[in-house]
């Protein structure tokens, strides 16, 4: 379920591992054309690279705003508060890397099962099982 050629679509992002060592959990990722940003998160432990070849990907990387083209490449450090969307209105595809592997290819298996599933508590579960991959970022509270 978790090696090359597993193939999830959130109908927003597809993602399709190429690549699962415990070194490197690599992904051929598409985002369709005005996809949401995911909620702002971390991963502790892990750097992650994104080489993009169609289209174009908003990062925001600790408050900081980018765009990567075609072409380009952009890599968050472990720790750093980021989240990637496609601004625009074609697909856009990037290489997705994440190193150490870690649990990286089980989380997104089971965060798309929890999310496939409609329960909350799942989702909720699954993003605390997997605390050491993926945390998600505090929010402030509005007065």
Do not use: K
């Amino acid at each position: 379920m978790t090696g090359s050629h597993t193939v999830l679509d959130s109908g927003t992002v597809r993602l399709e591992f190429t690549t699962t060592t415990p070194e490197l959990h690599e992904m051929r990722a598409t985002y369709a054309p005005w996809s949401p940003l995911p909620p702002a998160h971390l991963h502790p432990a892990q750097t992650e690279r994104f080489a993009v070849h169609e289209g174009e990907l908003l990062f925001l990387v600790d408050g900081v705003e980018s765009t990567v083209g075609a072409g380009e490449v952009i890599e968050v450090p472990p720790g750093a508060v980021h989240q990637v969307c496609n601004p625009g209105d074609v697909p856009a595809v990037a290489t997705w890397q994440t190193r150490p592997a870690l649990r990286s290819a089980e989380f997104h298996c089971a965060i798309a099962a929890a999310r496939e599933s409609g329960d909350l508590a799942q989702l909720l579960g699954v993003v605390e099982e997997y605390s050491d991959v993926f945390v998600l970022a505090p929010q402030p509270v509005d007065p």
